[in-house]
């Protein structure tokens, strides 16, 4: 008889009442190391391209002149996977996700890349596109277009002798836009990058 | 307003019945999913059910990038939810194939061409707090007032064919 007298009294508190009735989780909060979408952290890009190299996905990540003429990357969402690779792999730390940077700075990481373009000749059919479409070959030659034939030298690849000719292999990017812009796919862009720690 | 539909507003939000299906994703987008309903986010708490059956359901949840199969599927499976319903799309895969969509991936996104979408979820995957986020501010907008609505645009539409 105690022992219900005890129960009741145990189960009658207002306090356990009011817990049992409106039990919650913890209130949803987003963790402060969670990868979220890039966020812009308005240093200067210098436009090296190298998140749209590594970015895994198609139509993710674009750099962009905005109105002021500089250029910036722009991440869309419903194609990005905030797998942070571009925040990892931009030079000049334009991007931020989550801890991704700081943690760069502890361990002293980065990503080295080389870039090797390989040219199917069967396959080529001399359009110039790739040339036209290259960012670099836009930022070295702005008047490149045409079949790419009426330029100099300095630029990544154009056509020479109604060839398409690879002139400075050295300065491509790795950003794979020749090869989307490519009919044919006869333009293939292979990408080796490797993690360094100094 | 009438007591009814007050009472009806109060009741639909509160109980929001919820069916998902995967059109071809990764599996990814239905683990957030299940996470939803573990403990650590539980969303029984805010009144949301997990039914997986199409007539009971008010809410679909989608994932995936909408394969070939579906084509006839999807579209018979939300005219089998009652209304008032809504589609709710989950992870980048249903707005734009994400990672599948390359040159010959047998898939057809976005998910908003076949049947109409409510909100998208854009993500990969994205976190429970958002799916429940999304669930919990769509409600309102698709059930308030869902009767009142309704006759009002009966009323429109009759009024247009007057009008002919």
């Known amino acids: 008889m105690f022992s219900i007298i005890c129960y009741l009294k145990e189960f009658l508190r207002a306090e356990w009442i009011k817990k049992f009735l409106f039990a919650k989780t913890p209130p949803l909060v987003t963790p402060p190391h969670y990868r979220d979408f890039p966020q812009l952290t308005g240093k200067e890009c210098s436009h090296e391209l190298r998140c749209m190299m590594i970015c895994p996905v198609p139509g993710a990540i674009e750099v962009l002149k905005d109105e002021n003429g500089k250029w910036n990357p722009v991440i869309y969402k419903g194609h990005c996977l905030r797998c942070g690779l571009c925040v990892e792999a931009c030079p000049d730390n334009v991007l931020t996700s989550g801890r991704i940077l700081e943690q760069n700075e502890i361990d002293r990481t980065s990503l080295l890349g080389t870039y090797h373009l390989v040219i199917d000749n069967k396959l080529c059919m001399k359009c110039g596109n790739c040339s036209v479409a290259c960012p670099i070959n836009k930022e070295i030659d702005p008047r490149l277009a045409h079949n790419a034939t009426s330029s100099g030298d300095d630029v990544i690849m154009r056509i020479k002798n109604s060839k398409l000719t690879i002139l400075h292999p050295e300065k491509c990017t790795g950003c794979k836009t020749c090869e989307e812009t490519c009919p044919n796919r006869a333009i293939r862009v292979y990408r080796c990058v490797e993690g360094v720690q100094d | ?164």
């Open chain 2, 1 to 164: 307003m009438s007591i009814i539909q007050s009472i009806k507003n109060r009741v639909r939000q509160r109980s929001i019945h919820v069916c998902y299906v995967n059109v071809g994703s990764c599996n990814g987008c239905d683990i957030e999913i299940l996470a939803c309903l573990a403990p650590r986010y539980d969303i029984e708490q805010y009144g949301i059910y997990v039914h997986n059956n199409p007539r009971e359901a008010d809410i679909l949840l989608i994932t995936g990038a909408y394969t070939e199969q579906w084509e006839d599927k999807l579209r018979h499976l939300w005219d089998l939810i009652p209304e008032p319903k809504a589609a709710i799309t989950i992870g980048n895969c249903p707005i734009s194939g994400c990672a599948y969509n390359r040159r010959g991936a047998r898939i057809d996104p976005p998910v908003s061409k076949h049947i109409p979408v409510a909100a998208n979820i854009p993500g990969c995957p994205p976190r429970p707090t958002e799916i429940i986020n999304t669930i919990l501010e769509l409600a309102p907008v698709v059930f308030k007032d869902y009767e009142i609505k309704k006759e009002a645009a009966e009323k429109e539409r009759k009024a247009k064919e007057a009008k002919r």
